[in-house]
C-alpha cells in the first residue's frame, strides 16, 4: 500500500516536472513568435521610408539639373588653348592643392604599332580558315595628354574597345604586341593599375549602399596610407561636387532598371568612383550609351569637368550626336580590322578632321550644319572605299597627318631628363587587414540592407522552426521500441537538412551580384582576393548564429529532447556548423561556376548525393565498399553522427523490436556507427569541412575569372 502511494508520487511529480518544461518551450515558442513578428514589423517600416525618401531625392535631382554642357563647343578653344584653361580642381604637377584637392602626376601615354591576336574562332575554322590567331589590332599608334578628351570612335567591330583594354590592360586573355609607355617610360601594369581608372560601361554597383558609401569604400582602398581620414573625406566631397552627385548622397545605388539611381546617375557614379582614386589617366567604355540627349550632355559635362583637373581621359564613343562629338579635343578613328584611318586634333567644330577627309580625292563634301561624326562614319566605310578605289588606312599612313603623329610619338617617348618611372612598393595601396577591414564594413552595410535576404531568412527560420517542432512534437524521449527510436533519429536527421539546404540556396543570388563587382574591384586594384572572401564569409557568422538559436531552441523544446544543458549547447553548436558549411557550400558553387543557374544546377546535384550517402537512409553497415569512401567525405554523414551521438550515445534505456534486443546506446552505435565519444572527433571534422568550403571559394575567386575580355 504505502509502495503503491510512494509510486503514485513519484509518478506525479515526473509529470509535473514534465509539464513545466512544457510550459517552458511553449514560453519560448512564444516569445519567438512575437519577436520576428515585431522585426518584420520593423523591417517593413523601415524600407517604405527610406524608398520613399530616395525616391524624393531622385525627382528633386532631377528637376535641379542643367541641360547644358559645360563649355559650349561653338566657342571651345583649340586644344592647345585648353591647356592653358583654368583648372575645376586647380592640381599642379608640384603638389599645390586646392582644400580637399589631391595632388597627381600628370601622365602621357603613348603607343605604337600595337598589335593584338586572339585564337581564331571556332566558326571561322569550320569556314576553312587554317591560320592559328585572329588580328584584332593592326599597328596602331597613337598618343594621349592631360587636359585632353581623346575619343576612340569607329564602326561596330572596329576595336575600339579592344584597343582601350588592351591599353588599360584588362585584357584576360590574347597577345600584345607592340610598343606602350607612360610618360616615355615602359609600362609596368601593377603600377599602372594604381593611377588609371576604368570606367566600364555596365555600371556595377553593390545595390545596397548609398552614393557617398560608395565613394568613401572606393578612396579608403585606393588612395595612400599617408592621406588622413579627413582628407580623404574632403576629397569625396569634392569629387561629388564636381560629378553633381551633391543632393544624391545618401541614395541608394539600388539595381539597374529597377530601383535606385537612374542610368544617367550611375554612370556619374561610375565615373565618380574612379575619380576619388585620384587616377593620372581615366579610360571611359561608352560612357553615354544607352542614354537620351539630355542624360549623355549631363554624362559629357562630367566628363569635360574631369578632363579639366588635368587627367588625361580617352573615351570610346558610339555614333555621337554633334554637341557631344565637339565636346572631344583629339580623335582616333578606327575602320574594320583594328586599322586606323585617322588620328590627331579635331579642331574647332571638327575642321582639322573635316579638312582631312575633305583633301582625299573622291571624298563628297560635309553639308552646312551635318553632323561630323556621322559624316566621317559615312565617307570611311568599306563600300565608299571600294567605290573610290583606296584604303583609308593605307591614305592615312601615307599622310602628313599621320607623320605629324608619329614625330609627336617619337617626342613624347623619350622621358624627361631626370624623371623617373612611376614605381610601388606594394601591389595594393593598403595591407590586407585594412582590406578586410573596409571590406567587412562594406559587407556589414549590404547584408544589413537585404532584409529581402536576412529578416525573410530568419522569419523563415522561425515558421519552419514551428512547422517542424508541431511535427516531431513531443518526441523526443520516446525511446521504448526500435520505432521510436528511428522517429528521434529522423528528427534530428531532418534538422540537419532543413535549413542547411535553403541556406546554400538562398546565398547564391546575393554572392553572385557581389562577384560582378568584385571583377571590377579586384581590376581596380582594390583589395586582394583573399580579404574579400574572409568579409564575405564572416559576415554570414552572426546572422547563421541567430538562425540557429531561433532554429535550435524552438526545436529542442517542441520536440521535447532531454532536459540538459550540455546536450542542448551540442545541439545548438551542430546546427551551427551543419547551417555554416552548407552557407559555404552555396558560396563554392557561385565561385566555381559561371552564373547563378548554373551554380543552383551544380549545387542540388549535390544535396542528393548526401542524402543518399549521409548513413540515415542506408546505414553504414549496408554501404556497398566501393562507396565507403563517399560517407567519410560527406559533411552530412558527419553531423548526423555527432548530433545523434551527443543526444543518444549514453542512452542506456533498454528496447526492444525486429531483429534487436538491447540498449539505444548499442542500437545507435550497431545501426549508424555512432560510438559514444566522438563528440570532439566529429566537432573538429565539421569546422574542417567549413574551412574547406570556405578556401575552395577564397581560392575559386582568385583563380577563376568568368569575366571574359
Not at 145 to 158: E, F, I, K, N
Request: aromatic share 12%; glycine share 8%; charged share 15%.
Amino acid at each position: 500500500m504505502n509502495n503503491t502511494i510512494g509510486t503514485n508520487v513519484l509518478l506525479a511529480h515526473d509529470l509535473g516536472t514534465q509539464n513545466y518544461w512544457y510550459w517552458i518551450g511553449v514560453g519560448v515558442l512564444l516569445a519567438y513568435a512575437l519577436l520576428f513578428n515585431v522585426l518584420f514589423t520593423l523591417a517593413l517600416a523601415y524600407l517604405n521610408p527610406l524608398q520613399k525618401a530616395q525616391a524624393l531625392i531622385l525627382a528633386n535631382s532631377e528637376e535641379s539639373k542643367d541641360l547644358k554642357i559645360a563649355g559650349a563647343t561653338s566657342d571651345r578653344n583649340t586644344t592647345t588653348e585648353k591647356c592653358n584653361r583654368t583648372n575645376v580642381l586647380e592640381v599642379s604637377t608640384e603638389g599645390t592643392r586646392r582644400k580637399g584637392m589631391l595632388p597627381f602626376q600628370p601622365i602621357t601615354m603613348t603607343f605604337h604599332n600595337v598589335n593584338y591576336f586572339v585564337d581564331m574562332p571556332k566558326e571561322m575554322k569550320a569556314r576553312g580558315i587554317t591560320e592559328k590567331r585572329l588580328q584584332l589590332l593592326f599597328e596602331v599608334s597613337g598618343v594621349f595628354r592631360p587636359r585632353v578628351l581623346t575619343a576612340l570612335v569607329g564602326s561596330s567591330g572596329a576595336g575600339k574597345t579592344t584597343l582601350m583594354d588592351v591599353l588599360a590592360g584588362r585584357k584576360t586573355s590574347g597577345c600584345i604586341e607592340g610598343d606602350i609607355k607612360i610618360s616615355g617610360h615602359p609600362k609596368e601594369q601593377q603600377t599602372f593599375a594604381r593611377i588609371a581608372g576604368y570606367v566600364e560601361q555596365n555600371d556595377i554597383h553593390s545595390p545596397q549602399v548609398t552614393v557617398e558609401e560608395s565613394l568613401w569604400f572606393s578612396s579608403a582602398l585606393r588612395l595612400p596610407n599617408d592621406i588622413s581620414r579627413e582628407t580623404k573625406k574632403a576629397f569625396v566631397e569634392e569629387v561629388m561636387s564636381l560629378v553633381e552627385l551633391d543632393e544624391l548622397r545618401h541614395a541608394l545605388v539600388g539595381k539597374q532598371g529597377s530601383s535606385g539611381l537612374s542610368t544617367e546617375q550611375r554612370k556619374r557614379l561610375t565615373i565618380a568612383v574612379e575619380l576619388v582614386a585620384n587616377p593620372s589617366i581615366i579610360f571611359m567604355d561608352e560612357p553615354t550609351s544607352g542614354l537620351d540627349a539630355r542624360a549623355a550632355a549631363i554624362v559629357m559635362r562630367t566628363v569635360r569637368n574631369a578632363v579639366d583637373t588635368g587627367r588625361t581621359v580617352v573615351c570610346t564613343i558610339h555614333q555621337p550626336s554633334i554637341d557631344i562629338f565637339e565636346s572631344f579635343d583629339e580623335l582616333l578613328l578606327l575602320k574594320r580590322g583594328g586599322r586606323v584611318i585617322y588620328g590627331g586634333s579635331l579642331g574647332v567644330n571638327s575642321i582639322d578632321m573635316i579638312h582631312y577627309f575633305q583633301g582625299i580625292p573622291g571624298v563628297p563634301p560635309i553639308r552646312e550644319g551635318y553632323n561630323p561624326a556621322t559624316w566621317m562614319l559615312e565617307v570611311s566605310t568599306q563600300a565608299c572605299e571600294e567605290r573610290l578605289g583606296l584604303d583609308f588606312a593605307t591614305v592615312y599612313k601615307n599622310s602628313d597627318q599621320f607623320r605629324n603623329v608619329e614625330d609627336l610619338i617619337e617626342e613624347l617617348s623619350v622621358p624627361d631628363s631626370g624623371s623617373k618611372p612611376l614605381k610601388f612598393t606594394t601591389e595594393f595601396s593598403h595591407g590586407c587587414l585594412i582590406q578586410f577591414g573596409v571590406c567587412l564594413r562594406k559587407q556589414g552595410l549590404i547584408y544589413w540592407r537585404s532584409p529581402e535576404y536576412n529578416v525573410v531568412r530568419l522569419f523563415y527560420t522561425a515558421i519552419a522552426s514551428l512547422i517542424f517542432g508541431s511535427i516531431f512534437w513531443n518526441v523526443g524521449m520516446k525511446r521504448e521500441t526500435t520505432g521510436d527510436l528511428y522517429l528521434v533519429m529522423g528528427a534530428l536527421y531532418s534538422a540537419c537538412l532543413f535549413l542547411g539546404i535553403n541556406n546554400a540556396s538562398s546565398v547564391q543570388p546575393i554572392i553572385s551580384v557581389e562577384r560582378a563587382v568584385y571583377y571590377r574591384e579586384r581590376a581596380a586594384k582594390m583589395y586582394s582576393s583573399f580579404p574579400y572572401a574572409a568579409a564575405q564569409g564572416l559576415i554570414e557568422i552572426p546572422y547563421i548564429a541567430t538562425q540557429t538559436l531561433i532554429f535550435g531552441l524552438i526545436t529542442y523544446f517542441m520536440i521535447n529532447y532531454e532536459r540538459n544543458l550540455g546536450k542542448l549547447l551540442l545541439y545548438l553548436l551542430y546546427m551551427f556548423l551543419t547551417f555554416t558549411y552548407f552557407t559555404f557550400y552555396g558560396m563554392v558553387a557561385v565561385g566555381l561556376t559561371p552564373t547563378q543557374s548554373v551554380a543552383a544546377v551544380v549545387a542540388s546535384a549535390f544535396y542528393s548525393s548526401w542524402n543518399l550517402f549521409s548513413g540515415f537512409l542506408i546505414p553504414q553497415s549496408r554501404i556497398p565498399g566501393w562507396w565507403i569512401w563517399f560517407y567519410y567525405i560527406c559533411p552530412v554523414a558527419w553531423t548526423l553522427k555527432g548530433i545523434i551521438t551527443s543526444q543518444l550515445g549514453d542512452v542506456d534505456t533498454r528496447i526492444v523490436g525486429p531483429g534487436f534486443d538491447g540498449t539505444v546506446q548499442q542500437f545507435v552505435q550497431q545501426n549508424l556507427g555512432c560510438e559514444q565519444g566522438m563528440t570532439g572527433v566529429t566537432i573538429a571534422v565539421l569546422i574542417a569541412f567549413c574551412v574547406l568550403f570556405f578556401s575552395v571559394y577564397a581560392l575559386s575567386i582568385k583563380m577563376l575569372n568568368f569575366q571574359r575580355r
